[in-house]
Nanobody, 126 residues
Framework: QVQLVESGGGLVQAGGSLRLSCAASGRTFSSYNMGWFRQAPGKEREFVAIISWSGARTYYVDSVKGRFTISRDNAKNTMALQMNSLKPEDTAVYYC???????????????????WGEGTLVTVSL
């Protein structure tokens, strides 16, 4: 299995940027398709983006397309989420997740992922 640790969260003004990182340890990182999810207060956890094991394919939820970029570095066992033009509605705990199942260019549900980090809080103020 793989262990995941997120970092990079914080407080930012609307329109600003943050870069989240996910560090993986354990089994071979490149074996996993990786994703970012988020959970706002009082809401269910929702999909943000997914990246294939090689990094060649990505898919985003419509609300972040053109603003967020998911990437990975298999040599360093890390994944990142560059978030630009942040909005107050992006405020949430962001989770890194991994799945051993095949990549799909579609919306993912939490049940589709096999391993989770503990999350990092992103707060976007007006």
């Amino acid at each position: 299995q793989v262990q995941l640790v997120e970092s990079g969260g914080g407080l930012v003004q609307a329109g600003g940027s943050l870069r989240l990182s996910c560090a993986a340890s354990g089994r071979t990182f490149s074996s996993y398709n990786m994703g970012w999810f988020r959970q706002a207060p009082g809401k269910e956890r929702e999909f943000v983006a997914i990246i294939s094991w090689s990094g060649a394919r990505t898919y985003y939820v419509d609300s972040v397309k053109g603003r967020f970029t998911i990437s990975r570095d298999n040599a360093k066992n890390t994944m990142a989420l560059q978030m630009n033009s942040l909005k107050p509605e992006d405020t949430a705990v962001y989770y890194c997740a991994a799945t051993e199942r095949g990549y799909r260019a579609t919306y993912y549900y939490p049940k589709d992922m096999d391993y989770w980090g503990e999350g990092t809080l992103v707060t976007v103020s007006l």
